[in-house]
């Protein structure tokens, strides 16, 4: 169900755990948002809004739940990939999101007044105690063709894995900064992320570097206000994996 809706019309969301409900009122412009856990029938938010003509409901990053802890994913993968020096591969894995409502404003502003999730939450440590990312935790698996993804759960990377080191190496699990990460959908519930380059270095360290959308027409995701205000520079901007590939 991703997409903008008219939130000045009552609306009514189903996704496989959640219901999001919206009421409007025409006399004072305000609008009741709910959410409900389907299958616990339980009222999970109740907000009044004044001000608010649009719904958005986007993918988003699957760091804010409960609260946010982290801005990195860990991806790890069950069926680890092993390149030549110099060798290159291009294939497929998933990451997991979450899912965001948004309001937005007469102005065009819109604000974030939920996430929730319809996956399992779990987070790691990548790298040591002092000085390591704490990372939102991901088993997945290396596609060499393009795989159903979960919807509402996962969103689709494309991704290229590049040996530049003199010695054969073997790739487990990728580090994902949400600072560079950008999400895209196409409605009513596919996901994508931009195309991912993880250069390997040597046996211990990597770089994953974030490129441009490998879906057309899709549409870029709002993001979060803690990270709208973040502007990466023109160069090519990565994430270092200085503790293990």
């Known amino acids: 169900m991703y997409g903008i809706y008219d ?10 755990s959640n219901k999001v409900i919206v009421k409007y009122d025409d006399k004072s412009g305000i609008m009741e948002y709910r959410r409900i856990h ?8 109740n907000k009044v809004i004044s001000g608010g003509i649009r719904l958005h409901i986007n993918p988003i990053y ?5 609260i946010c802890i982290a801005r990195h994913i860990l991806v ?3 069926n680890p990939v092993t390149l030549a ?7 497929y894995i998933t990451i997991p999101i ?5 309001v937005e404003e007469y102005d065009g502003a819109a604000t974030l007044v939920d996430v ?4 399992k939450i779990k987070y790691t440590l990548y790298g040591p105690l002092e000085g390591g990312h704490l990372a939102r935790y ?8 393009e795989p159903r993804v979960k919807p509402f759960i996962e969103a689709l990377a494309k991704v290229a894995i590049i040996n530049r080191s003199a010695y054969w190496i073997t790739l487990s699990r990728i580090l994902i900064d949400c600072k560079y990460l950008k999400l895209y959908y196409d409605p009513p519930y596919n996901a994508y992320t931009q195309y991912l380059e993880i250069i390997v270095t040597s046996r211990r360290y990597a770089k994953v570097i974030y490129s441009s959308p490998f879906k057309p027409a899709v549409i870029e995701a709002l993001k979060p206000s803690i990270f709208r205000e973040f502007k990466p520079s023109l160069k090519l901007h990565g994430t270092l994996m200085k503790w293990g590939v």
């Open 138 to 145: 991901y088993k997945t698996r290396f596609y060499l063709h």
């Open 116 to 119: 929730f999730n319809e996956g």
């Open 98 to 102: 979450d899912i965001a409502s948004y």
């Open 62 to 66: 699957p760091i804010l739940l409960p």
């Open 7 to 16: 939130a000045t019309n009552d609306l009514s969301l189903e996704f496989p």
């Open 38 to 45: 389907k299958n616990e029938g339980k009222l999970i938010i």
């Open 85 to 91: 020096p110099n060798e290159i591969i291009e294939g």
């Open 76 to 78: 790890v993968l069950e």
